[in-house]
């Protein structure tokens, strides 16, 4: 499958301004790419994986990336994390016998 262009419109004057502080084009685009992949990932709208693929890094730097950015990497509410103990306490059972 290919890929599908997503374009941004900047205005021309917001673009000089940030080609003025060095940003290039293909760096815009590639914090473009980083930043919604970030935000559709803490929405929970894409998986680790999809995000990271979004992002443009892989998904070791895609950790490092969101966790440097304050968000989760793993967002258990308190049912699941029962949920988790309790699998992890039965496993822990049957390893015992």
């Not at 940003?23 to 790419?33: D, F, M, Q």
């Not at 994986?49 to 950015?69: H, P, T």
Request: net charge negative.
């Amino acid at each position: 499958m290919g890929n599908v262009q997503a374009i941004i419109d900047l205005p021309e004057e917001l673009y000089l301004s940030l080609s003025a502080s060095g940003l290039t084009k293909e760096r815009i685009a590639s914090e473009s790419r980083k930043l919604l992949a970030l935000k559709y990932f803490k929405e929970k709208v894409l998986s680790l994986g999809r995000a990271a693929e979004l992002s443009g890094l892989s998904k070791w730097d895609f950790i490092e990336y969101i966790s440097e950015n304050d968000v989760p990497v793993v967002d258990y509410d308190q049912d699941e994390i029962s949920r988790e103990i309790k699998t992890a306490e039965n496993l822990t059972e049957r390893l015992k016998k």
